[in-house]
């Protein structure tokens, strides 16, 4: 390739780069992910491979899309955006899945939905009191039903109890139960070799009595790991830890903020991820 070829290669791909930006901030996501596609013909793009799944997944194409972010991490493996996304469109693609059969019957997958946070309706918490090998025939994505019992919130799996809601987050649920509210739940993560489980735990109705009361109030949530989330119509996601990242110089598109988009190193652009219908 000559020097006056590689010019216009590059020029290409700037020009690819700042349209796909584009059509991205306008929301015109089937463009977005033609041109994208465009862009990685010219070769390997680790910018151009997240934004193409941010695009997909906007379109609910969350295979296509967790495709993508995994082809960004086969370049680089530290790629945080990419890490991020991946893992989150796992949970989202780990809840579609049919129910699966264990030896204590059958376990319902919760909804994609209820992994989309939303500020103050939604929240994490860790499950204790973990019986001994309650954790094997669970998974991501498991539904789990929370029942008060005297005084404590308790988590169950297929009708069968696993263990206690943290008190920290139950005393002010159970608060919210007696005066009518209703919760629905989730397995995000757990690890069988150190028995820790977590949930996302979803407000499903909100009793006329409680107008104006908070589920769950902006306090920091345990386990800082995945927070997907609902604004209006586009999921987007968040991390405590991204302030190093806004003063990079680069062109991907992030995820949001509290509650599934946050900022990229290119200010004008959100990131969402659309919920699957």
């Given amino acids: 390739m000559t020097l006056g070829d590689a010019d216009a290669t590059t020029r290409q ?3 690819l780069s700042e349209t796909a930006i584009a059509e991205a901030t306008r929301g015109e996501w089937e463009a977005a ?3 994208n596609r465009q862009l990685l013909e010219l070769g390997s793009d680790i910018d151009a491979s997240n934004r193409l799944g941010k695009a997909l997944a906007e379109l609910g194409r969350h295979a296509e899309a967790l495709e993508a972010y995994e082809q960004a991490l ?3 493996a530290t790629n945080r955006i990419a890490q991020r996304n991946a893992e989150r469109l796992r949970l989202l693609l780990a809840a579609d899945k049919p129910a699966r059969k264990n030896g204590k019957g059958r376990t319902d997958k919760a909804p994609a939905t209820l992994f ?4 103050g309706k939604t929240g994490r918490a860790r499950v204790t009191n973990l019986g001994p090998r309650v954790l094997a025939p669970l998974s991501p994505g498991d539904a789990v039903e929370l029942l008060v019992t005297n005084d404590e919130l308790e988590a169950r799996v ?3 109890p696993i263990g206690i809601v943290e008190p920290r987050i139950a005393a002010r649920l159970l608060k919210l139960i007696a005066a009518g509210n209703r919760y629905e739940a989730a397995i995000t993560t757990l690890n069988e070799a150190s028995n820790e489980l977590m949930i996302i735990i979803r407000e499903a109705f909100t009793h006329p009595s409680n107008f104006g009361k908070v ?3 902006n306090a920091p949530q345990p386990g800082g790991g995945v927070r997907p ?5 586009a999921v987007r996601y968040d991390d405590d830890d991204e302030t190093e990242e806004t003063d990079e110089d680069s062109e991907e598109v992030e995820e949001l903020d509290t509650t599934l988009p946050e900022y990229s190193a290119e200010p004008e652009l959100e990131e969402e991820l659309v919920e699957e219908t």
Wanted: no cysteine; charged share 40%; glycine share 12%.
């Fill in 74 to 76: 086969e370049r680089d």
């Fill in 33 to 35: 992910v033609e041109t």
């Fill in 116 to 119: 989309i946070e939303e500020m």
């Fill in 13 to 15: 791909r700037r020009q």
């Fill in 229 to 233: 989330y609902m604004k209006g119509s």
């Fill in 158 to 160: 297929g009708g069968a």
């Fill in 215 to 217: 589920s769950f109030p």
